[in-house]
């Protein structure tokens, strides 16, 4: 592992040589205010970290740190290197056969960056405490890799998320059966313990393939938010889900919502 002391806007930037993916991996880290080396941390984990300024992730982590309103929280932005064929979901690539490296991917934050980070920091080890977040086909990775290994992950952020990701193009055909991560969460279990935050925005897109007046983006995670309920999520415990009006697919928006996901993520938790 090589790290500078800091690459333009990261507290610390660290490189990985990835044996999976077969090439380095940049990862930039951001503390919080007032960060202690010996106290245990909170870990976020953030896909398309190369967009990390676009959505002020230092400014916000570093606000919401110093006025005591989450836990002091570690963030690991990575950074997109094949994009399209690193995100998706894992070993079930879409109908144009993207996402052909997610299942790598999942593999290189799992078994290398995690052991790299908790040999460098002192972390939390709590799965209500470590999170990942992503925004668009980074949102769908960030779910699939939650999905699949909430042991080590309690908590999920997506941004208008690609769940439209599925096994026939719609210009074939068009079928809900289609989209693959409702069909994963479909045939899965209920995962105890994994909770669930979603953004998405009114002008996420123009598209309305069924013609009910609500935009695919909207359509696609409200399905999905109903096949988590219907696995036995509580959808005003265990889910959370802000929509912005006029909110675009952009990190614009991103960026607003973002302080929300991280109050909810890593909020303190009400004493009694």
């Known amino acids: 592992m090589q790290q500078s002391?800091?690459?333009?806007?990261?507290?610390?930037?660290?490189y990985l040589d990835s044996k999976h993916l077969k090439f380095e991996k940049r990862i930039d880290l951001f503390f919080p205010h007032g960060h202690r080396a010996d106290a245990p941390a909170c870990l976020l984990i953030v896909n398309?970290?190369?967009?990390?300024q676009a959505l002020h992730l230092r400014e916000t982590l570093h606000k919401l740190t110093a006025k005591k309103a989450v836990r002091p929280t570690i963030i690991a932005a990575v950074h997109a290197t094949e994009r399209i064929q690193e995100y998706g979901t894992a070993n079930i690539p879409d109908y144009a056969k993207r996402g052909s490296k997610a299942h790598l991917y999942t593999a290189f934050l799992i078994e290398e960056l995690m052991p790299a980070l908790e040999q460098r920091f002192v972390l939390a080890q709590q799965a209500d405490c470590r999170a990942i977040f992503g925004c668009s086909l980074g949102g769908l990775s960030a779910f699939d890799i939650a999905w699949h290994h909430s042991w080590l992950f309690g908590r999920v952020g997506v941004c208008s998320g690609a769940f439209w990701w599925r096994k026939h193009s719609a210009n074939d055909s068009f079928a809900n059966s289609d989209r693959i991560i409702h069909a994963v969460v479909r045939n899965g279990h209920?995962?105890?313990?994994?909770?669930?935050?979603?953004?998405?925005?009114?002008?996420?897109?123009?598209?309305?393939?069924?013609n009910n007046g609500i935009i695919d983006a909207?359509?696609?995670?409200?399905?999905?938010?109903?096949?988590?309920?219907?696995?036995?999520?509580?959808?005003?415990?265990?889910?959370?889900?802000?929509?912005?009006q006029g909110g675009q697919h952009n990190q614009r928006t991103w960026a607003k919502a973002f302080p929300d996901f991280m109050l909810w993520a890593f909020g303190y938790l009400p004493t009694t």
Request: net charge negative.
């Open 190 to 210: 209920h995962k105890r313990g994994l909770k669930f935050w979603f953004e998405a925005g009114t002008d996420d897109e123009k598209e309305d393939r069924n």
């Open 48 to 52: 398309d970290g190369q967009d990390a």
């Open 218 to 244: 909207i359509d696609d995670t409200l399905d999905l938010i109903g096949e988590l309920h219907h696995k036995g999520y509580n959808t005003l415990t265990d889910v959370r889900y802000l929509e912005i």
């Open 5 to 14: 002391p800091a690459a333009n806007y990261a507290d610390l930037t660290i």
